[in-house]
T-cell receptor, first 115, second 115 residues
Framework: DGGITQSPKYLFRKEGQNVTLSCEQN?????MYWYRQDPGQGLRLIYY???????QKGDIAEGYSVSREKKESFPLTVTSAQKNPTAFYLC??????????????FGSGTRLTVV | DQQVKQNSPSLSVQEGRISILNCDYT??????FLWYKKYPAEGPTFLIS?????DKNEDGRFTVFLNKSAKHLSLHIVPSQPGDSAVYFC??????????????FGKGTLLTVNP
């Protein structure tokens, strides 16, 4: 079955450390996205990528970095510059940039906790 | 500035009755609207969508209504079932413009259906 795999499901990080969240999809989707969910805040866009080797900042990109070297993979690095990294992180993909026609497929998320 | 607003953080209904979830938007460029359902510790799943050229879209027990003049949409679930208990997110996109395809999400409404 095709889908999006996020790993790990739970991640603990010490303050001052960078950490990378994995997102892999086998849906042959061109576009991929990273969202962050906080209680009472809904989903906020961190970064998105329309195509391999291209990505753009979303609404809350500060303290995060991404890469898109392969169509299937869109890892997110949470750097020590991110002031409040504890959150639930969701990766999503869509067939192409025409997201509103087809919607997104989401992964099951990674819960990051800074200790 | 919150462009997609779900003003009710929670809603509780009895099994078999109608659930009505509301969503307001401020960006007049939005022309595609989607509803997602999310269980705890899981990624959202696509539920139903509507284009601005329509005012109603129906899929089984789920119907979405769009009132463009009021910049308001609603999701009706009839009849409500306990398995419908989840957080529902409203999302919007200015997709037909080509460049602004990314989805903007509301903060979500927690629906509880009581047996």
């Amino acid at each position: 079955d095709g889908g999006i795999t996020q790993s790990p499901k739970y991640l603990f990080r010490k303050e001052g450390q960078n950490v990378t969240l994995s997102c892999e999809q086998n849906l042959n989707h061109d576009a991929m996205y990273w969202y962050r969910q906080d209680p009472g805040q809904g989903l906020r866009l961190i970064y998105y990528s329309q195509i391999v080797n291209d990505f753009q900042k979303g609404d809350i990109a500060e303290g995060y970095s991404v890469s898109r070297e392969k169509k299937e993979s869109f890892p997110l690095t949470v750097t020590s510059a991110q002031k409040n990294p504890t959150a639930f992180y969701l990766c999503a993909s869509s067939i192409d940039h025409r997201a509103p026609l087809y919607g997104y497929t989401f992964g099951s998320g990674t819960r990051l906790t800074v200790v | 500035d919150q462009q997609v607003k779900q003003n009710s953080p929670s809603l509780s209904v009895q099994e078999g009755r109608i659930s009505i979830l509301n969503c307001d938007y401020t960006n007049s460029m939005f022309d595609y609207f989607l509803w997602y359902k999310k269980y705890p510790a899981e990624g959202p799943t696509f539920l139903i969508s509507i284009s601005s050229i329509k005012d109603k879209n129906e899929d089984g027990r789920f119907t979405v209504f769009l009132n463009k003049s009021a910049k308001h949409l609603s999701l009706h679930i009839v009849p409500s079932q306990p398995g419908d208990s989840a957080v529902y997110f409203c999302a919007a996109s200015a997709g037909s413009g080509g460049s602004n395809y990314k989805l903007t999400f509301g903060k979500g409404t927690l629906l509880t259906v009581n047996p």
